[in-house]
């Protein structure tokens, strides 16, 4: 019998990813999502890529009720949690909508998945809870800290999920702190597709490179990095969804949870993804630098090696492989999912 896994948040951007992923590593999943930040388009192309109807319920994962329902129609072993809002500006102006939706939704599906007996839980947290690294790299351990509402969200989600494997260790948890996932499936048919203007850097590259903006802005050249401008630790989201699937294999082959980085452990300047964009794309990304972005830390890396020796897993394309398939998704959907 296959494992089946209850996908939150299913149709968004990582999401839709990892359930490819989880599909090709033998998993059955049932996704769910109220499209709020995402498409039902994403479910036609998941058909044709993984040849399968995806078996998908439509619901906010804050409703109780719809949750409950969910579970009594399908019994699921475990749960991916990706249903949450992610925009800092966005969480630091609407503080209630964030803890309500991130918080809500992350305690009304494992108050379910406990009634239902299904408790390996992995979970979106955020290299974000390291907030300004002391040290790099980032190893599991250092200091933890939230400069915004969103970050605290996770945070406190991460707290939640220990005090649940505290008070019953049949709960098996995995925190999973994504460091900058960009790239898309190497088909072009799924990728990132934010609504209105984009916060992060690869979309709003993307979006230059093929003309749907006229400039991108540099937050700042005057860090103490190489070049000047921040440098991140980008990882491709088809290795990131590959590193669900191994923190899942972990959680039913051992006993236990565990919190670990995904990353690459390579930083990249502003300017070296701007680069590697154009190269990838062959179009130019103009650029104006401007002062910095508030809340931006100069720069943040994985040391990924927890990962290694854990999972077994770590991540295998480069920059340019990212950029080449971020512009393959953008120049094949201009418009995202309604082009
Ligand atoms: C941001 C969030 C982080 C969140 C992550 C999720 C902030 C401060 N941090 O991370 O909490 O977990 O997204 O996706 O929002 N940049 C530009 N011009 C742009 C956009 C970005 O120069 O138009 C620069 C930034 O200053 C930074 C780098 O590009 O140096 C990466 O920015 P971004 O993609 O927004 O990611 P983070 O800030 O690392």
Redesign the pocket.
Known sequence: MKPTVLLTGATGYIASHTWLALQAAGFSVVGVDDFSNSSPEVLKRLQVLSGQAPVFEQANVCDAAAVEAILARHKVDACVHFAAF????ESTAQPLAYYANNLGGLLTVCAALQRHGARRFVFSS???VYGQPERLPLHEDAALSA??P??QT?LMGEQILRDLGHADAAWQTACLR?????GAHESGRIGEDPRGT?????P??AQVAVGRRPE?????ND?PTPDG????DYIHVVDLAEGHVAALRRLFDSPGSFTVNLGTGNGC??LD?VAAFAKASGRPVP?RI?G??????AA?WADPSLARALLGWSARHDLARMCEDSWRWQSMNPQGFTS
Do not use: E, H, I, Q
Not at 178 to 182: A, M, Q
Not at 216 to 220: D, E
Not at 292 to 297: A, C, I, M, S, T
């Open positions: 992610k925009a800092v500006g955020s290299a974000t400069t915004n969103y970050g996770k994504y460091f900058n996932p960009v984009p916060n992060n850097l690869m709003y590259v991108l802005s540099v937050y700042g860090y401008t921040g440098v991140r300047s502003v993804v650029y401007l910095r972005r508030p809340g931006d830390v943040c």
